[in-house]
Structures are given as C-alpha cells and as structure tokens.
C-alpha cells in the first residue's frame, strides 16, 4: 500500500514509522520545513523510546519518507491519513479543528483516484461528515471515502502499543474503504488483533469515551486516595482489592499528583463541550475534570504541610516534571500547577529530569535547572517525587538524607516503600498510604 500521512507530529511519526515497517510505502508530510529537514537528517523530534532506530531502517529501505509537499504525497496514495493536532480551542475548550479541515482541503486538490482519507486525529463526533463535505465541495469529481481510526497509543510505549494493540476501530460504512484498511492493518490481523468494524461517528465517539472513561478511574483512585489518607488506610492495597475483580481491572489504579497529558485533559473537556452542545451533558466527566484540577494545588499543600503548612525560605527538590516517565511531553504536566503553587507559598524550587530539561526550561521561570536527582536535592529542605521515572526508584536514599538540608521526602507517585524511607532517617508522605508528617 502507499499511503500518506498528513502530519508529523507524536501520532502521525508513529504510525508513519510504524505502517512502514509493517511493508507499506509511507510518505509523512508535514508543513513545518524545519522538522521535515531534521527528520531527513535523521533527528527525530520527540522522545520516544525506539523510534529513533525504527525511522532509521525504514529510511533505509527506502520505504519511509517525509516531505513537505502535501500534493505530490496524496497524489501517489491509495490512503491518507490525517493525523494533525486538535488543541484544544483557547477560550471556550471546544476541541480546535483547523488543522484538520485545512489537510482536508490539501487533499481534496490532489486525490486523482479512489483514496481513503482517514482520520487518525481525536476529533469530535461529526467531524468526518465535515471533512467528507469540504472535499466534495472543492473536488466534486474525486473518487473518495472519509474513515474514522482513532488511535489509542500511549506516549511512552507508542511503538508496542501500535504493533500489539488491544483493538483496531474502524468507522467506516463503505465497504471499498474497510477492504483498503483490512490491507493496512493486515499484518496486525494476522497477530489476532481485533479488528473492530462500526460506523463513523462510533469510532469517533469511541475514542473519546476511551479516553475519559480511563481519566475517570485515575481521578476516582485519587479521591480514594485522600479517604484512605484519612481514615488510615492503604490506597495501593485498595487498589488491588479491586482491581482484581475483572469487571474493574487493574490498570489505570495507580493514586497520583492527577492526570496530565496531551490527551485526557484535551479530549475529557472536548467531550464535554459535545456533551453540552447535545444536550446530553456528561456531569461524571464535568466533575472528574474539576477533580483533576483541583488535585495539582492540592498537592503543594501537601507538600507544605509536611512543614506545618509554611514554606517560606523552604528549598524543594522537584523530581520528574513531565507528565510521566518515558516521555519529555510537559503538555499538561501536573508539575506545572504545582511548582507554581510551591513558588507562590514562597517556596525555592530546583528541578531535575532526565529527558525533559530543554521542554522544562520553556515552561518554568525561577527555577534552578539541576543535572541530577542529587544536586537537585542538595540542601534542599524536601524531595518531591512527581514523575516515576526509572532512575528515581533506587536513590541512594543513605547519600540523600547526608545531602540534604533536612530528610523529607513527598513521593507522589508511591515507588518507595514507606519503611525502607523512614528506616534512613526521612519523614515520609506517599499518597494514600497512612504516614502524614509535620517538621
Ligand atoms: C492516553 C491513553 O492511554 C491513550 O490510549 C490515548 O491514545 C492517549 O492518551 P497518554 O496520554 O500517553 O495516553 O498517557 P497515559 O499513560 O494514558 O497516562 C495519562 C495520565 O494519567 C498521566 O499523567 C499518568 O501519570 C496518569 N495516570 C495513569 C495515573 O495517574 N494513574 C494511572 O494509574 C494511570
């Protein structure tokens, strides 16, 4: 197959690199000339584990390329996908399609056979309706059909996830257009993935529901979360305890500073808009939203009443600012709040992450950039954990408390075991679990 991918962003240079090593030919264009330079010098923009090495051999063979001319791409290509951003809207949340609407124009001038024109974008329910009308209006001869696949990659793990996907959704009611897509996706079919064929707007609907049904288990953990702080309990074990009855599971349980991302804020708050423009208003999404929100503030005052609630002239060490591990995406970093609130609590904030520096620079201002999780903590007065990363799990928690101005630790994230912390000498607060502390 020869396909076309229309952005390359997180998304479009996964699946670009990805449908090529599966042996079709992909074209990734992008209108930003600087990244479409740097892709052909070899340098991949994100950080993504293994897609380095993965563009590099599909380049190599000649079945990857990435350009800058929209028409000469779709021209070649049995199938388009688009796969540009949908931000959200400033002002109002609505997701923000212009992106999407304007690569549907670009295709529409340079379809010159049947073509499949995919949406690989999270877009709101109808929206494949619109992109079908803008390219029958400008090409009224075009020999074309409008299909929904969203995509379901975590940042992170996005190359495992598209190679061994939980599902395949296809939204789709032309039967020439689904026999094309059972040629994409063949490779995976033949690895038993399901392949689940629906109409359109389901598979558009779909994604969305996907993505808030998951932010609703991690906002419903947190709220445990601060109960069982309260009440004396341990969230993880509840966790368990319910994550193993298989109507829950138990992934997406994991008690935290409160989801960030580029995905379930965006697409939670989108959903609601489509909610509230249909008169079907999605009130559990709306509250876990604002319990999300909520969350990240709460968080510093946590941090603060390890102090009796005063952080003025306090030095804290912030470990991880990206959203999550794996990843230097700080779109939505639940950090950000945080070290905002920290600073207007009057605390002295030193960060350190070992691959979101260059994103995190962008983001914060009096801040102290640090090269390692020990000069970070280096007189610091507490440790917070806000990002899991790997290297953060076995400090050298002997060295830490001889550093440090004073032995705290706030582990967001839960990767330390409480008494293995208080064993070498640190006053401890994870989430959820019962060990409050006051200096
Ligand atoms: C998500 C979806 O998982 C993916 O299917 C979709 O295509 C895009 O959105 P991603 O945003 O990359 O992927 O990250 P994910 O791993 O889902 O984590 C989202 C946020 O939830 C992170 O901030 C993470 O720290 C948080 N989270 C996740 C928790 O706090 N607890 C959990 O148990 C799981």
Same mark, same amino acid.
């Given at each position: 197959m020869r396909i076309a991918m229309i952005g390359a962003g997180y998304v479009g240079l996964v699946s670009g690199a990805c449908f090529s090593d599966f042996g079709h030919h992909v074209t990734c264009v992008d209108t930003d000339q600087g990244k479409i330079d740097a892709l052909n010098n070899g340098e991949i923009p994100i950080h993504e584990p293994g897609l380095d090495a993965l563009v590099a051999s599909n380049v190599k063979q000649g079945r990857l390329k990435f350009v800058t001319d929209v028409a000469s791409a779709v021209g070649?290509?049995? &199938?388009?996908?688009?796969? &540009?951003?949908?931000p959200s809207r400033r002002g109002d949340g609505h997701a923000d399609l212009s992106y999407v609407y304007a690569a549907a124009l670009e295709i529409a001038k340079a379809i010159k056979k049947f073509t499949v024109v995919v949406n690989k974008s999270t877009v709101p329910v109808g929206s494949g309706d619109e992109v079908e009308r803008i390219i029958r209006e400008e090409n009224p001869d075009a020999e074309f059909a409008v299909v929904s696949n969203p995509e379901f990659l975590r940042e992170g793990a996005a190359i495992r996830d598209f190679k061994h996907p939980d599902r395949i959704v296809i939204g789709s009611s032309d039967q020439r257009a689904k026999d094309v897509m059972a040629e994409v !996706?063949?490779? *995976?079919? *033949? /690895?038993?993935s399901p392949i689940m064929y629906t109409d359109r707007r389901t598979a558009e609907l779909t994604? !969305?529901?996907? /993505?808030?049904? *998951?932010?609703?288990?991690?906002a419903f953990i947190n709220e445990i979360a601060d109960l069982a702080e309260k009440v004396g309990a341990n969230v993880q074990e509840v966790a368990r305890g319910i994550g193993l009855d298989n109507r829950i599971g138990l992934k997406f349980l994991h008690a +935290?500073?409160? !989801?960030? +991302?580029?995905c379930f804020p965006k697409d939670t708050l989108a959903l609601i808009k489509t909610g509230q423009d249909y008169e079907a208003p999605l009130r559990i999404v709306e509250t876990v939203v604002a319990v999300n929100d909520q969350r990240k503030r709460a968080m510093a005052r946590k941090v603060a009443h390890a102090f009796g609630? /005063? *952080?003025? +002239?306090?030095?804290?060490?912030i470990l991880g600012v990206t959203f999550k591990p794996n990843t230097d995406d700080m779109r939505d970093a639940p950090s950000i709040p945080l070290i905002t609130a920290l600073q207007d609590m009057g605390a002295e904030v030193r960060v !350190?992450?070992? &691959?979101?520096?260059?994103?995190?620079?962008?983001?914060?201002?009096n801040v102290t950039f640090c090269e390692g999780p020990y000069e970070c903590a280096r007189g610091c007065h507490a440790m917070v954990i806000v990002t899991e990363w790997e290297q953060f799990r076995a400090l050298d928690l002997k060295e830490m408390a001889a550093i440090m101005a004073c032995p705290v630790i706030i582990d967001l994230r839960n990767i330390y075991s409480p008494d293995e912390v208080t064993r070498n000498g640190f006053l401890y607060s994870g989430v959820g679990?019962?060990?409050?502390v006051a200096y």
């Open positions: 070649a290509a049995e &199938v388009v996908f688009i796969a &540009v951003g949908t !996706y063949r490779p *995976l079919h *033949l /690895n038993s994604k !969305y529901a996907a /993505n808030s049904f *998951l932010a609703t288990k991690v +935290g500073p409160g !989801y960030g +991302g580029s609630g /005063n *952080l003025r +002239g306090k030095s804290i060490a !350190y992450d070992p &691959v979101g520096m260059e994103q995190a620079k962008k983001v914060f201002e679990r019962p060990q409050a």
